[in-house]
Structures are given as C-alpha cells and as structure tokens.
C-alpha cells in the first residue's frame, strides 16, 4: 500500500527522470482503474528502461512513447 500521495512521489521524482536523455515529460495516467505514473519519451530505449523503474514508492510507472512535443 502507498503512504505517499501519487502528486508528491511524481514531484519528487520529475527532475531526475527530465534529466534521461529522451525523456519529454511526466505525468499522471490510469492502468488498471487506478493512477499511474506516466513518464513520455521520444523512443522508448533500453537505456530509458533501464533507468525508469517499473513501480515508485507503490505507484505504477509506465513509460508512454509521445515523440518530441512542439508549442503550436
């Protein structure tokens, strides 16, 4: 069970997953009927598997592969 909000662990751990080369963003998502974390990237890659874990402090974490984002 978590003890942490899923807003707090994904605030905490944002910068250091920003700082993967190829990661684009972050966020919140639903698997399975309850919140996830979402992280985007441009390409999945194993580099990025490797250092994106699969589960954070009892929350999910999926990687989402968004390609690069353009402001429109």
């Known amino acids: 069970m978590t003890h942490r909000s899923i807003d ?4 905490e ?3 250091d997953w920003m700082s993967i080369p190829g990661v684009v963003g972050t ?3 639903q698997r399975d009927d309850r919140p996830c974390i979402r992280i985007m990237v441009t390409r999945t890659t194993p580099e990025i598997e ?12 999926e990687i989402v592969e968004t ?3 353009r402001a429109r």
Do not use: C, N
């Not at 707090?8 to 605030?11: A, Q």
């Open 8 to 11: 707090k662990v994904l605030s």
């Open 50 to 61: 490797d250092r994106i874990p699969v589960e954070v402090e009892g929350w999910a974490v």
């Open 27 to 29: 966020g919140i998502g």
């Open 13 to 15: 751990h944002t910068q």
């Open 67 to 69: 390609g690069r984002f």
